[in-house]
């Protein structure tokens, strides 16, 4: 992206970012994790060990093969299985809005909470939350709600070995713990997308890797 292009939802990412970030260091349950590279926070023991089973139990229900705007499933770029749960279901509400809480954004900026499988083998290569505004399908989302500001997710299970969710700019990779709230921030405190919040859900050597992701936008989301 280059300095002279018009950055879309800049200011509102710029002061959304701010918003966010000074509500979780100020929430002592939140672990900073030190890097000057984004803002990227950590809180354990979100949810408890009988939420997270029965979310994943969920997630097997509706699991179907993950996709991509720009990428489809058989190009190996992102092998998990994935689907949204049900918004209007009364458990699935309220973590949502737990969620919601922690960050201080409105519930209806959120996309769905989606829940995503890892088998052993599969992966998420690294990749970016937010959108690239010279591809096709920004013209969508842009009038769905704008850009991506913040990404939510819990980790729900043990995994036997791999699956960490490694930040490669950040030089970080965080080991999967059930329970544990990772957020991030998408954008810089200028508002520009942090292209070092890139991020891949690495291989699962053994066992199976369950979480759930909530994304934000800068607007409410259609």
């Not at 949204?84 to 279901?89: F, I, Y």
């Amino acid at each position: 992206m280059a300095k002279t292009d018009i950055i879309p939802d800049k200011d509102a990412l710029a002061r959304v970012g701010k918003a966010v970030r000074e509500r979780l260091e100020a929430d002592e349950r939140a672990y900073k994790v030190p890097t000057d590279k984004a803002d990227l926070f950590a809180i354990g023991d979100f949810l408890s060990a009988s939420e997270c089973e029965r979310l994943c139990e969920m997630i097997d229900a509706i699991a179907k093969p993950s996709t991509l705007h720009e990428e489809s499933y058989a190009s190996g770029f992102r092998t998990s299985y994935s689907g949204d749960l049900d918004p209007w279901d009364s458990f699935v509400m309220g973590i949502s809005r737990r969620i919601d809480d922690v960050l201080g954004l409105p519930s209806e900026n959120g996309e769905a909470v989606q829940g995503q499988r890892y088998l052993p083998g599969q992966e998420f290569k690294p990749h970016n939350d937010w959108f690239y505004t010279s591809q096709d399908y920004w013209k969508l989302e842009q009038k769905r709600g704008g850009q991506r500001c913040w990404t939510a997710m819990v980790f729900l299970n043990d995994v036997e070995e791999g699956g960490e969710t490694h930040f490669t700019e950040i030089g970080i990779k965080i080991e999967p713990k059930p329970g544990v709230l990772l957020v991030w921030n998408n954008a810089l405190p200028d508002g520009t997308p942090n292209p070092d919040t890139i991020h891949a859900g690495t291989p699962v050597a053994k066992g199976t890797k369950y979480i759930i992701t909530k994304w934000y936008r800068t607007r409410k989301h259609r």
